[in-house]
């Protein structure tokens, strides 16, 4: 993602998480909250030998490739 890498800004986080969220929908601080059953649809399709990606997006724009 290159976040907060060039320059690195001190105080102003080094990664995104993807971490249950409190109140869905809600917000957060730069990370990515979601509900539990799909938390765990997502660890149980993980599988890392297989090196996954997450694409974040509006589902149109990643649909269509742009």
């Known amino acids: ?12 986080g080094s990664a995104i998480f993807l971490h249950l969220g409190e109140e869905i929908p809600g917000s957060t601080s730069g990370c990515v909250a979601i509900d539990e059953e799909n938390m765990l649809w997502i660890l149980k399709w993980l599988n890392p030998q297989l090196n996954p990606s997450i694409l974040m997006g509006h589902k149109q724009v990643l649909l269509s490739g742009l």
């Not at 993602?1 to 102003?12: D, L």
């Open 1 to 12: 993602i290159e976040y907060n890498t060039n320059p690195v800004v001190k105080e102003k």
